[in-house]
């Protein structure tokens, strides 16, 4: 499955080269449903994008709070959360709204 994956609010700071923008080919999961959902994505994430402290993008199985996730534009809560259903050339935007200061 093809995907745009795009960091941003210093997230991307945690992948190689620091990119923002990410078009990525993710295997479907073998778990017999065939369904790439975004818990999926996450953990795919973790150990393929992710270079550093994944403790700041990740927080268990779910990103950490004050990570706004946005699928095809729309809040990720309202498609779902972790159980949302990513289908053929979907864009998942991941943005940190926390600063240091």
């Given at each position: ?29 073998k ?67 926390l600063?240091?200061?």
């Amino acid at each position: 499955m093809h995907l745009t994956l795009e960091f941003g609010g210093g997230l991307e700071l945690l992948l190689e080269n620091s990119t923002k923008v990410h078009k990525v080919e993710v295997t479907t999961p073998k778990d017999g449903q065939g369904k790439v959902t975004m818990k999926f994505l996450l953990s795919w994430v973790k150990e393929n994008l992710i270079k550093e402290r994944p403790e700041m993008f990740l927080k268990a199985d779910s990103v950490r709070p004050g990570v706004l996730v946005l699928i095809n534009d729309c809040d990720w809560e309202l498609c779902g959360g972790l159980d949302a259903e990513l289908e053929e050339k979907d864009v998942v935007v991941f943005i940190s709204t926390l600063h240091g200061g």
